[in-house]
């Protein structure tokens, strides 16, 4: 997610989306996974060096990626998009501060978990499949793929408040749904709870595969998870929304309520009683659409 809290300095990105071809190559990239530039070129009827042009655009302004790949002709040049959520602050956010932290996905304080489950790091898969177990072992921390059918996965986020107003809480993070293998048809119900306050749910479509992703590593085949899907979750004064829609009414005050001065606990659940428990998949770095692990934005008021 492509965070503006100042529209001056999201003026490459609006110059970016000023044309209407390059809105085209973002919305054919998002739909297709990824395209090379001389197919996406014919596509739109357009010459390669106009193509080169207005990716390099793209590129400049953070929204896409480019990754050279050997085929049969030479050397191909492959497009994806990186960021497909911009959120901007229209208002004046001289009084706030922002703390950020970037937790890696294997981070987590506390665990229980059902199989289908298992975790990876960029080099190899952590223990074996399906075992429980596995979650208690130390290399957990360098996870940057982590997926079971029930329970929860918590983490500690940083609490810099020191007794100031948190005006609210932004996480992103990649996730979807967990299958045996994958299948891109699996609606699962995902709740979120911070501070032991339940805020709401999110239904994943499914657990997308079939089709090896060239973000994730070589050795990691396609017949598993390959990516997810990225979603903004916010509490404020308001209540607590995803991707802006609103899923509960509870609030910052209530989550901060005797809390103030406590890291933040944040818990991804499935829960066996639900009417889609089909489990879960957080991806990180290396692995999925998105080089971040679980990015946490607390706002404070001074």
Known sequence: MLYINKLSTGTSIFKALSSAVRISILEILNERNGMNMNALA????????????????????????????????????????????????????????????????????????????????????????????????????DAGIIWFTTGFLEYRIPNYSAGRTVSEIQISFEIGSEAPYYNDD??????????????????????????????????????????????????????????????????????LHNREEEPFILRFSVHPESENPRGLTLYGQNFGRYEQGILARIIIQS
């Not at 191909?76 to 602050?89: A, P, R, T």
């Not at 991707?243 to 509960?248: T, W, Y």
Request: aromatic share 12%.
């Open 42 to 141: 014919e596509y739109l009827g357009i010459s390669n060096g106009a193509v080169t042009m207005h990716i390099k655009k793209l590129e400049d302004a953070g929204l896409i990626k480019t990754v050279s790949n050997y085929a049969k002709n030479g050397i191909q040049k492959n497009c994806y998009v990186i960021e497909n959520k911009i959120l901007i602050e229209f208002g004046d956010n001289k009084e706030n501060y922002i703390y950020e932290s970037d937790l890696k996905v294997g981070q987590y304080s506390n665990f229980q978990v059902t199989p289908t489950c298992g975790m990876a790091t960029k080099e190899m898969i952590i223990g074996e499949f399906d075992n429980p177990q596995v979650f208690a072992d130390p290399k957990h921390i």
């Open 186 to 255: 699996w609606p699962s119900d995902i709740h979120f709870s911070v501070n032991g306050m339940d805020i709401g749910y999110w239904q994943s479509p499914g657990d997308i595969g079939g089709i090896k992703y060239s973000g994730n590593p070589i050795w990691w085949p396609p017949h598993l998870n390959q990516y997810g899907f990225l979603k903004l979750l916010r509490i404020n004064n308001n209540g607590s929304f995803i991707d802006g829609r609103k899923i509960s009414d509870i609030n910052i005050a209530q989550i």
